[in-house]
């Protein structure tokens, strides 16, 4: 009885395997070589990768230019931009610059210097012409107001300074700086975002000759601040331009999203600055007139911070000649301070 059914057992499992049934490839293991074809392709993808792609390029070898192209990305997308690009879609932005003439573009570029072609007829007669300067996103634009007329704004330098998350909603807002050189030197600043019904710009300042230098999120809240330089005591006492203390100056997000000074809250940046222009008040080697403005710079420092009789100190116990110059030009000094930062543009319609 039970040989019988062994004998059963063995001719069910026998038609199995000749017809090939369901249940014969899971039951049968393949050999190791049909396993290893078997998972080949799903395993190790990028080893044959690269030779296929290279032989099925071949055909379109006539355009030479497309054969590092299909070999290179290959590896690339397995690294590390494939996950930022996964997150949210983030706008291309970029700056388009139009020359219009009669109201029609008649040039299109990124910077004005590639407009400079135009800049003898322009000045011919900058009626008939007009500068249109549009940040996009990639679908929507807007514009930015360049603060002077035709043909001196063809002498602007514009450029996109940062494309950086400035709110800390993880998107980029973009920065556009105008480079105005002339008339109302020099650095004005332009801040767009993205928003539900376009691009829109939050705020317009300018920083005269000081200039935003980085963008950082100094006190770990999560969204970044500006770090500028700031120009306030420029020609201030008689000194020259070159020898102008500059002071730091801490541009801060606010509720209305746009930005205002708020370096006192940062006096180690503030003091760290000081202690530049304490070294070249203090150091022998350098002119009277150095370390005079240095002195300057010193006393705004603490007196930014609030705390000018810090200033006071530190310049009587390093140069004494420089506490009298200094104490000569207090008040002109003290009315330079009280000026505001930045100074907010007209934001653009
Ligand atoms: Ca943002
Ligand atoms: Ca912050």
């Given at each position: 009885m039970t040989r019988r059914c062994t004998l059963l057992f063995l001719i069910?499992?026998?038609?199995?395997c000749n017809t090939g049934g369901p249940g014969a490839t899971p039951a049968t293991a393949p050999p190791s070589t049909a396993r290893a074809t078997a998972t080949a392709p799903t395993t190790t993808p990028p080893l044959p990768a690269p030779s296929p792609t290279r032989t099925a390029a071949l055909p379109t070898a006539?355009?030479?230019?497309?054969m590092p192209t299909p070999t290179q990305p290959l590896p690339i997308p397995t690294a590390a931009p494939t996950p930022t690009t996964a997150g949210l879609p983030e706008p291309r932005r970029s700056l388009v610059l139009q020359l219009l003439g009669d109201g029609q573009v008649i040039a299109e570029g990124v910077t004005t210097e590639e407009l400079a072609g135009y800049q003898s007829e322009v000045g011919r007669e900058p009626e008939?012409?007009?500068?249109?300067?549009?940040?996009s996103d990639g679908s929507q634009k807007a514009e930015v107001a360049v603060r002077d007329p035709l043909p001196h704004a063809l002498f602007h330098h514009l450029e996109m300074a940062y494309i950086r998350d400035l709110d800390g909603d993880s998107r980029a807002e973009a920065t556009v700086l105008d480079f105005t050189g002339g008339a109302h030197c020099c650095f004005d600043y332009h801040i767009f975002a993205s928003e539900h019904n376009g691009v829109r710009e939050r705020d317009a300042f300018t920083l005269g000759n000081g200039a935003i230098e980085r963008v950082e999120d100094l006190?770990?809240?999560?969204v970044s601040e500006m770090v500028a330089g700031d120009?306030?005591?420029a020609l201030v006492a008689g000194?020259?331009?070159a020898a102008t203390p500059f002071l730091p100056l801490v541009l801060c997000l606010q509720e209305d999203k746009t930005f205002s000074d708020c370096t006192a809250r940062?006096?180690?940046?503030?003091?760290?600055?000081a202690a530049h222009y304490e070294e070249l008040m203090a150091s022998p080697e350098n002119n009277e007139l150095t370390r005079q403005a240095a002195a300057v710079g010193v006393y705004a420092h603490y007196a930014r911070l609030g705390r000018p009789q810090d200033g006071?100190?530190?310049?009587?116990?390093?140069?004494?000649?420089?506490?009298?110059?200094v104490e000569q030009h207090r008040d002109e000094i003290g009315e330079r301070l009280r000026e505001s930062r930045p100074m907010h543009l007209e934001a653009s319609p």
């Open positions: 069910v499992i026998l038609t199995a006539t355009s030479t230019p497309s008939r012409y007009a500068l249109r300067v549009l940040v006190d770990g809240d999560g120009d306030r005591l000194l020259a331009m940062f006096p180690a940046l503030v003091e760290e600055s006071l100190y530190r310049i009587a116990s390093r140069c004494l000649e420089c506490l009298r110059f």
